[in-house]
Each structure stands twice: as C-alpha cells, then as structure tokens.
C-alpha cells in the first residue's frame, strides 16, 4: 500500500506577529518555525498504519515551501516517514488554498496513494480547504476533522468530530483522504537513533512549478492585528452576586458551563 | 563562518526541546524535592538516546556528533540540572573512554547496555585525598592469577549510586605518583563494592553523589582499559571531552533561569510599570544574555572542534569555565531579579541557583581551567 501524509511548516504560535511590508502577511523575521499541530497526528497516523501494514508498505511525506521546511520533512522522516518529497517554492505563503491543492493533487495523481492524511487545518493560515480540495482534485473520497482511525481490507472506519462533543462515524472506501484533529493520537517524539536514520532517507525536491500552473482563486488582501479593545469586565458585589454574574458568563460565552 | 546550526541540529534541538517541555520540566521541582531522578525519566531518556547520542551505532549509540550531545546536554538542563549531568558524567566520563580507550570486544560488551540506559555509567577518579591531583590516588591494585584486586575508596562519584558501570583509576605503586595509575571497566554489582553513602549537597539534588569503599574487588584481566601505567592519560583525556558537558550544563542552567528572569521581568510590576521598564533590570538582562550567547559560542566551538577531529583542550577548559561562571552570575542575577520571591523555593530560579553552582568545580575546578588554558598559551 501507499500512504502520503502531507504537511506544513508553520510558525511556532507562541511567537509575536508582525505585518510584512506589504500588510498581507506576516513577516517571517525572527520566528521560530515548527510543524503544524495537526499535521504532527496526521503523520503519527500514517506512521502508525505503515507500522500496522509493515513490508511492502510505503509511506511518503510531502511539504511545500522554501529550504526551511525541510525541518519539518526531517521531523516526519525520524518519526518514521520512508522518504519524502520537498516541493521547493519561496513563495507558498502567497499561494491560497486552490493552489497549494493543486500542487499536492499535481504530485499525486498518478501515484495510486491508497489513503492520504493531512492536518485538519493549518495553524497560520488555518483555511481548512487543502485536504478536502485534494480529495476533490484526485476524485477520492473524503473525511475531516478525525479523532478516531482503523483500516482493514481496503475500509478506513473513522471517528468524526462534530459540534458540541458530539462524535460521529464514518466509513470509506479506499483510496480516500482523511484530516487530522487534536484528540486523534499522542504524536511520538522523534528519538535521537531514528533523527539520525532519518538523514539517510531519500527527499526528493520539486520545484513547484513542475506540478501546477493555477491560478489563485482568492487574495489575501490584508494582515493586521485586532483593533485594541477596552479593558475586560470587571464584575461587582457581594460573593454570591459575582458568582452568579460568572456563572451567566461561561454560559452565555463558553461551552464549559450548558 | 557560519554561526547558525545545521538543519539536522535544528531538527534535534526541536525534538529534544519539546520532550523536555513535556516531560522534564514539570518534575524539575520535583526532582530537587525528593533528591532523586524517577527511574521512570531514567528509562525514557535512555529510549530516546541521550544517553548515547555521540556513540557509534554500532555499539547501540545514536551516530551523532558532539555537537547534537552538547545540544542534548543544554536542552535537559534547561530544565533539570539533575538530569543534565546524569547524561554528561554517564556520557562522557563512562562510555567516552570505554569507546575511546576500549578493544573492540570490551566495547562490544559494555557500550550497548549503557547507550540505551540500561545501565547508568560513572568515572571514579576522585578520592578523599586526590581531587585536581589524580596523581595523588590512593586506591591500589595488585595483580592476582586473571583478576586484579582493587583496595581503596573514591568519593564524589556521580551517578554512583546507580551502581551501573564505571570507570576506575587506581595504582599499582603509589609512589610512581600518576605513571603508576592504570584504568578499569568495573561491574559496581561486583562482591566488595560498598556504597558509604549518598551525599546531601546544596544543588542539583536529584543526581547521585556517591562516596565508595573497595574491599578485594576482583576485576577481570580484561577490563584492564588501555595499558597499565597510563590511566592517568586516560583520565585528563576523559575530562578534556567532558568538560564540553560540564560547560553544556552550565549552558542549559543559565539559559533556563534567564528565561524565567525575562518572563518575570515583563510580568512584574512595581511603581505601575513592568520591571523591565526600569533601565536597572534592563542592564542585568544585556549582561546575563551577552554571558549566554559567548558560553554558548564557546560550547559549541569545542564541540565542533571535537567533531572535526582537532585539538580542543584549550577550547574545552575556556567553555567549561566560562559557561559555569555564567551559571552562578546569571542564576544569581535571575534571582535578584525574582527580588524576594526569587529566594523563595517554590520559584524555580532559586534552585537553579543552587544547581549552578557546582559547575564551578567539578570535572576540574576553575583554577585547574585556568592552569590549562595559561599553560597552553605560555607552552
């Protein structure tokens, strides 16, 4: 069988954002990049199936960007990836979703992937529409947003996360594409032995050009932070009365009080 | 030049950062408390290879470089200076010259179990008696039939009390002074081991300090390590490399506790503005972070160095000394900054404090650093 997981270098989002200098996106100076969260289950999945299937499997990692993402290739590669495929373009975060799909979508179509994982979304640009766009492109079926998977004999079962902690099921044929939520794995740290058996696996770079010639379909147009708002609420009275001002609060305002 | 580490050292910095986030640095009290690292901790670090990061594969090591061990050593204590020097002195002081020093089939016997962590190395060198003057050793051997018989006691020893694997020096004619000193691969599980204690010190509380007595120990002709009389070569090559550790802790310690410094800095408020604010903490902060990043310089250089196969023991003393002296200025600015919080137990800064401490005067005190390096320059 073969697997694909594709991911995202994204910046470490504990980080401070600043506008570019053309205010639509973010400058990259100074920021510590990492792999996007949710790609991180995403890989763990495909690892732990290429596990399950072992000889004869193959489970191949793609990402798309500049040099630096290669980081993110190696990450999955020590996490046990087999070989991977480095789509070379400095200028991925200027493409939109249409385009990025297009480009996995121009890299996988004659390949014959058996199941695709990608995160449920990415952190910075966290769109949500590159996984389901690929599954669309490559005419495969498609679920997203999973916490549960199993696969046997050609059916990938999946648990779904729905509003309100709500859990459905789901089940598909292969070939398919699923996206990764939080909640799906607990991603394995990549050790020291298999960071360095990972720089010994094949990454193949492409230069992203070769895959796809769309255009993008949306513009970001702008990139600012959030108009300063006043102060938070300050509540007042006795102990009782703030309770229950706070208890209206969480209510009203969050799902930890229904 | 190029000053910024490689991609491959990028990934291992991430990989092992984001262990120690997760596991590490929410016991790191916790350690300090109970004196004692989990076995548990133990065990995982050992599975994810920072306890043989710099070894071969062959003999179950991970197949990095020097520089990957220094960055592991820095990363971990960050958070745990306890767990830092667990995985220096086991690296460098016991699986270093088994490696370095060590026939293929000693290295075939003892390295695979202590690059997993299966057994937990330590370097027994200092006595009550000889500290920086190994010529001074004290504990003799004599030879009998296919064994030797070692007598004696060494005190100090980190990472003792795991009774794993260690490296002992001892003398076959203490009046040869440091020509009479051979090296030994001993089982500490073996009859006529006796722990005399476990030390109650001021830092890094967590990691064993052990004090031994050897009553006949009987060791095997061949864990004789490399020839007899050369033990003492065996030691100063030992420290030179594991210097690179030390100074790696040291390194870790400081950067942990200025990170705190700089946090707290931009938290803490006194006469309606952040503390930060005040050109006073702003000066501390320039001084703790220029220390850092020319300790780290040097670290790194001496680990690169090392790699690269050139002589590095200059290089070593003037890390280790540097990044220690940068661990007690920059743990005792970090509390300064705490003000009085900073001295109290339950902030983190004031255990770095006491962890740093000691980096100063193991694996060579300062002053043995300073006579290398002025040696070095005057030769």
Redesign the interface.
Known sequence: MKLLVCIKQVPDMESRFKPDASGIWYNEADLAFRMNEYDEYAVEQAVQLREKLGEGSELTVLSIGPDRVVEAIKKALAMGCDNAVHVQDTAASAKDPWQIASIIAGYAKDKSFDVIFTGMQSQDRGSAQVGVTVAELLGVACTTTIVGFAYDNGVITAKRELEGGIKGAVTLNTPALVTCQLGLNVPRYPTLPNIMKAKKKEITAIPAADLTTSESLAATTSFHPPAKKGGGIVLEGDVGELVDKVIAILKDKTAVLR | MNFELS??H???Q??VR??VEKEIKPIAMKIDEDHAIPDSLVKQMG????L??YLP?EYG????DML?YAI?VEEVSKACGSSGVLISAHTSLASGPIYTFGTEEQKKKWLPALNTGDTIGCFLLTEPGAGSDAGGTATTYTRDGDHFVINGSKTFITNGGYLGTGVLLASFDRSLKHKGISAFIVDLQSPGVTILKNENKMGIRGSYTTAFAFDNLRVPVENLLGHEGKGFNIAMDTLNGGRIGIASQALGIAEGAFERALAYSKERKQFDQAICEFQAIQFKLADMWTRIETSKLLTYKAACLKDAKKSYTMESAMCKMHASETATYVTKEAMQIHGGYGYIADYEVERMYRDAKITEIYEGTNEVQRVVISKLLLS
Request: hydrophobic fraction near 40%; aromatic fraction near 10%.
């Open positions: 991609q491959d990028k990934v291992l991430s990989a984001d262990f599975e994810m290879g920072f043989g990061s594969e090591g991970a197949g990095l990957s592991v």
